[in-house]
């Protein structure tokens, strides 16, 4: 920040996550904008931080039948079971247009087993426009139908089996909240070697029909993601930050609820270096816009000068 930008009450909103320079902290939440064509008919990426892909896994899923989706008090429950597109059509029709878009792009890995994860990563991470590779790990392995993401050695054993082969890309691990202490995979992340963590995905839950005694969601249960999970969330991201990442330097992408500037700051000031917005893209998909907007309000009014005299400054 120069003294002329000071003096003038300019904020620089920029934030390096590991190497991946954003204009500003707010990115997208995997699987809430789609590929990024679709989204881009709504907002302009170049004015996200970064845009975050739906998951992508070798081979092209038909996902779990509806209802997929449905709406809960502050949040709603997804069981979309990873529909998504397959990597080769992935390659072959979405990265050419990705490759026009300036903003750092970040795609979201999923696989049913650690050969499937091997594949998206060694395939993808040559490909100059992809930023950053976030590994889902809330899917459970075919080999023994348990999560990747709830049990630290299992993680730790995907997460290494995956490292030497994500060269260029910044390599991030989105962490799942469905475990007695997030400590524990978040460490065992970074002995996995992970650059970045994501903290939060989908909180388990489930709706029910009394009228019909059925579950809502075809797949019985879902994620539970907007409002209703931030408080979860934010005690995820400060716990970690402070048990963890600090210490490691390692910087952590928050989210779980965010809607607003506040929320945003929240975030922030619990530690994380950048924030995602997911379901609230659903009500407005030009939130991220209004966000940056708020934060640097925030910042001025405060006399701060930049993102990074938020992170980690709780009291
Ligand atoms: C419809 C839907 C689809 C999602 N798909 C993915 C996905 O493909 N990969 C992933 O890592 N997270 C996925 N998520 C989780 C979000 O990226 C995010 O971690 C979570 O929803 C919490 O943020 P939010 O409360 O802002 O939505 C999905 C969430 C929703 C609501």
């Known amino acids: 920040m120069s003294p002329e930008a000071k003096r003038t009450g300019n904020v620089d909103l920029a934030v390096n996550l590991a190497g991946i320079r954003m204009s500003n902290p707010v990115m997208t939440a995997s699987g809430t904008s789609g590929y990024g064509p679709d989204f881009a ?12 892909t739906k998951a992508i896994s070798p081979e092209l899923r038909k996902g779990n039948p509806p209802p997929r989706t449905v709406e809960t008090a502050a949040g709603m429950l997804n069981a979309i079971g990873l529909a998504n597109l397959g ?4 390659v072959a029709e979405i990265v050419p247009f990705l490759q026009t878009v300036s903003t750092p792009i970040i795609v979201n ?4 087993s650690i050969e499937d994860y091997q594949t998206v990563c060694d395939r993808l991470d040559p490909i100059d426009c992809i930023s950053g590779l976030e ?3 809330s899917c459970p392995n075919v080999a023994d139908g348990l999560e990747f993401g ?3 050695e299992r993680l730790e054993n995907l997460v290494a089996s995956v490292r030497p082969l994500v060269k260029r890309a910044t390599l991030i691990v989105k962490l799942s909240p469905n475990v007695t202490d997030i400590v524990q995979t978040a460490q065992a992340a970074l002995r996995g070697g992970a650059d970045v963590l994501s903290v939060i995905n989908t909180l388990r839950g489930m709706a029910i029909n009394a009228d019909l005694r059925r579950p809502i969601l075809a797949n019985r249960c879902g994620g539970l993601s907007g409002p209703a999970i931030k408080p979860v969330a934010l005690y995820c991201v400060d716990r970690v930050y402070t048990q963890v990442a600090r210490d490691a330097q390692v910087p952590i992408i928050g ?3 965010v809607y607003d500037w506040r929320d945003a700051a929240e975030f922030l000031l619990a530690g994380a270096t950048a924030i995602a917005v997911g379901t609230a893209l659903f009500v407005d998909p030009t939130i ?4 940056c907007e708020g934060l640097a309000t925030y910042l001025r009014e405060r006399g701060l000068t930049s993102t990074r005299d938020l992170i980690g400054q709780l009291g």
């Open 288 to 291: 991220p816009m209004r966000i």
């Open 109 to 112: 890995v999923v696989g049913h």
């Open 41 to 52: 008919e709504h907002v302009d990426l170049e004015k996200l931080g970064a845009f975050v």
């Open 87 to 90: 990597l080769d059509r992935f």
């Open 255 to 257: 989210m779980g609820g």
């Open 150 to 152: 709830t049990d630290a």
């Open 135 to 137: 590994l889902n790990v």
